[in-house]
Structures are given as structure tokens and as C-alpha cells.
């Protein structure tokens, strides 16, 4: 039987049975995406079945924007919020910033209303994810290369970035099946797996913002609390000077790099 929106008791008692912790809310917003009985119940369904909220909606909240975000597409999390304040704290005034492992391209949404940036772009490897962040960052002028780390960014950039924030994949591969269920049914394995020790990616963008940065620049990536120790050592062996961040609020942990002038 369809559920009808005046049938939200009996939503959110589903939802709840399912393990959605915020069942109510999750109730609200699903009622409010469906135009229809048919339609409610469908989403309903697919929640139960283990289907991200966003990608069902469409969309995820993110530092106060609504980010279009696809069926695969990684979600972004609230704790990368403290990654996006950090790489402000760190930008000068009108920096050249470049948005990599951008998923749904939710950093640089962000960063671009927050710095006012002279140029800004975005790269992913996954074409998925570079189709959905070029839905997002289009209408902002806002380019999206698809390609490995640097190597799809424009060679005339090298030396010039002031800012490169990266949300790498950075879970040990022995512990993506430890995830939750929404995150490794349903976004993309190279948004997750960091290598066996969870830094393969972030040691080559180590060693890649070494280059890409303009001297004094900075570059900024999220980690675990347990990872930063290690994480410090391998930036300071491509030559970048390491400060670490955290927030306990937000169970979340940054790190800025400078490129020494």
C-alpha cells in the first residue's frame, strides 16, 4: 500500500526499525521530495533498503549550501567543514585555489564564497563524480578537470596555486569493509580506499602540491586523529611545513601544509 503524506507516524516508526537515527527529520524531507503517494513510497523503500538520504534527495546539506549530489557520487560529511575553514584560515586575498578529489565539488561551492578567489577549479578521477561537480560549480564559472590528482589540472597552474584543498580517500583498505553500509554499497571505492595504511593518495598529493604551490602556499587535507602523526612526517618530507587541526565537535581532524617562500 502507498504511503500518503499524512501518513508520516508511520514513516517514521519505518524509518526508525530501519536504524535511521534521525528518523523524524529523514521523515520530513523525503515527504517533501515526493509529488506523490507512489513516489513517497518509493523513497521510503529505497531508505529502508540502505540508500544514502542524499542520494535519494538529490541533494546534501554542506556549511549552510544545498550540494547537488548523484546516485555513487561521494556525500560530503559534516566534519570536512573544519577542512574548509581551514584552508580559508590559511588562504590570502584573492588566492588561486584548486579543489582536488573534489566529489560533488562541495569544498570549492564553499571556498568560493568565501574567498572571492582569482581563479578557482575542481578535479576528480571518478567521471562521475566530475559530471555531478560541474552540475554544482557550472553556474559559478568554475572548472572541472577529470584526471589523476595534478595530472588534470593545467600545466600553466604548476608553481602558481596559492591554495590546494584535498579530501583524499584516506581509509586503510582493511577497514573500507568496516564502513557503514550507505557509504561502501553506495559511493565510489575510489573515493574511500587510501591504501593499505589509508596514505597512498595523500603521499602523492604531498608530493604533487610540493610542486603545484606557489612558494608560500599552502596545501590542506583531512585525515584521521590516529593518521596525523604519520600524515606530518610525509609532508615535511616533500618539503611542507605541517600544522594540525582539530575539532572535537565535529570528531574531525585537518592538516595545513605551507610551502616554505
Given at each position: 500500500m502507498a504511503l500518503s503524506h499524512s501518513d508520516r507516524p508511520a514513516l517514521v516508526q519505518r524509518l526508525r526499525a530501519a536504524g535511521c537515527v534521525y528518523a523524524e527529520d529523514e521523515a520530513d524531507l523525503l515527504i517533501a521530495a515526493a509529488d506523490s503517494a507512489a513516489a513517497l513510497t518509493d523513497l521510503v523503500d529505497r531508505r529502508v533498503a540502505g540508500q544514502p538520504l542524499e542520494h535519494l534527495l538529490g541533494w546534501a546539506e554542506f556549511c549552510g549550501l544545498r550540494v547537488a549530489v548523484d546516485p555513487g557520487v561521494f556525500v560530503p560529511r559534516g566534519r570536512t567543514a573544519l577542512l574548509v575553514a581551514a584552508?580559508?584560515?590559511?588562504?590570502?586575498?584573492?588566492?588561486?585555489?584548486?579543489?582536488?578529489?573534489?566529489?560533488?565539488?562541495?569544498?570549492?561551492?564553499?571556498?568560493?564564497?568565501?574567498?572571492?578567489?582569482?581563479?578557482?577549479?575542481?578535479?576528480?578521477?571518478?567521471?562521475?563524480?566530475?559530471?555531478?561537480?560541474?552540475?554544482?560549480?557550472?553556474?559559478?564559472?568554475?572548472?572541472?578537470?577529470?584526471?589523476?590528482?595534478?595530472?588534470?589540472?593545467?600545466?600553466?597552474?604548476?608553481?602558481?596555486?596559492?591554495?590546494?584543498?584535498?579530501?583524499?580517500?584516506?581509509?586503510?583498505?582493511?577497514?573500507?569493509?568496516?564502513?557503514?553500509?550507505?557509504?561502501?554499497?553506495?559511493?565510489?571505492?575510489?573515493?574511500?580506499?587510501?591504501?593499505?595504511?589509508?596514505?597512498?593518495?595523500?603521499?602523492?598529493?604531498?608530493?604533487?602540491?610540493?610542486?603545484?604551490?606557489?612558494?608560500?602556499?599552502?596545501?590542506?587535507?583531512?585525515?584521521?586523529?590516529?593518521?596525523?602523526?604519520?600524515?606530518?612526517a610525509v609532508l615535511a618530507g616533500a618539503g611542507l611545513v605541517p600544522t594540525v587541526v582539530h575539532d572535537e565537535d565535529l570528531d574531525a581532524t585537518a592538516v595545513t601544509a605551507r610551502r616554505p617562500a
Open positions: 584552508a580559508a584560515a590559511v588562504a590570502g586575498p584573492a588566492p588561486a585555489v584548486l579543489d582536488l578529489c573534489c566529489g560533488s565539488g562541495a569544498a570549492a561551492l564553499v571556498l568560493h564564497g568565501r574567498l572571492a578567489p582569482r581563479w578557482l577549479a575542481a578535479a576528480d578521477i571518478d567521471p562521475v563524480a566530475v559530471a555531478c561537480a560541474r552540475r554544482n560549480l557550472a553556474p559559478l564559472g568554475v572548472p572541472v578537470y577529470q584526471g589523476d590528482l595534478f595530472a588534470a589540472v593545467p600545466e600553466q597552474w604548476r608553481g602558481r596555486l596559492d591554495l590546494v584543498v584535498a579530501n583524499a580517500p584516506y581509509v586503510p583498505s582493511g577497514a573500507v569493509a568496516l564502513m557503514p553500509a550507505e557509504a561502501r554499497l553506495h559511493e565510489a571505492l575510489v573515493a574511500l580506499d587510501g591504501g593499505v595504511d589509508g596514505l597512498a593518495v595523500l603521499r602523492r598529493v604531498a608530493a604533487g602540491a610540493a610542486e603545484w604551490l606557489a612558494p608560500g602556499g599552502h596545501l590542506a587535507v583531512e585525515a584521521s586523529a590516529g593518521q596525523a602523526e604519520a600524515l606530518c
